[in-house]
């Protein structure tokens, strides 16, 4: 299993940011999946995330109204567009995919794949 993102970048508070994650070697649609952020030094915390067969949507509270997850079946992609950035938001951006029940779509421990990220940096 391969989960390969992208679009991370430098900015400036206020600006907007799309990321993209790819997935390969596994069965997309049978897969929930996540974005989590993480500082230096800091935990892993939850951005957004999708659950495999249903439309609602899972966000952060620190995140909620600004960022919005979706995702392509097709391309076997999953997007984060990500609006009013703030300084706080910096980290690197990873993407997960897994199997979650409904209380662990929000924790690392839910996902069982990972990406590499792409480092999202918010300056003021």
């Known amino acids: 299993v391969q989960l390969q993102a992208s679009g991370g970048g430098s900015v400036q508070s206020g600006d907007s940011l799309s990321l993209s994650c790819e997935a390969s070697?596994?069965?997309?649609?049978?897969?929930?999946m996540a974005w989590f952020r993480q500082a230096p030094g800091e935990e892993r915390e939850f951005v957004a995330a999708?659950?495999?067969?249903?439309?609602?949507?899972y966000y952060g509270d620190s995140v909620k109204g600004r960022f919005t997850i979706s995702r392509d079946r097709a391309k076997s992609t999953v997007y984060l567009q990500m609006g009013n950035l703030r300084p706080e938001d910096t980290g690197n951006y990873l993407c997960?995919?897994?199997?979650?029940?409904?209380?662990?779509?929000?924790?690392?421990?839910?996902?069982?794949?990972w990406g590499q990220g792409t480092q999202v940096t918010v300056s003021s």
């Open positions: 999708l659950r495999p067969t249903s439309s609602t949507k």
């Open positions: 070697g596994l069965t997309f649609s049978t897969y929930g």
């Open positions: 997960a995919a897994g199997t979650p029940i409904l209380s662990t779509m929000r924790v690392p421990a839910g996902y069982r794949h």
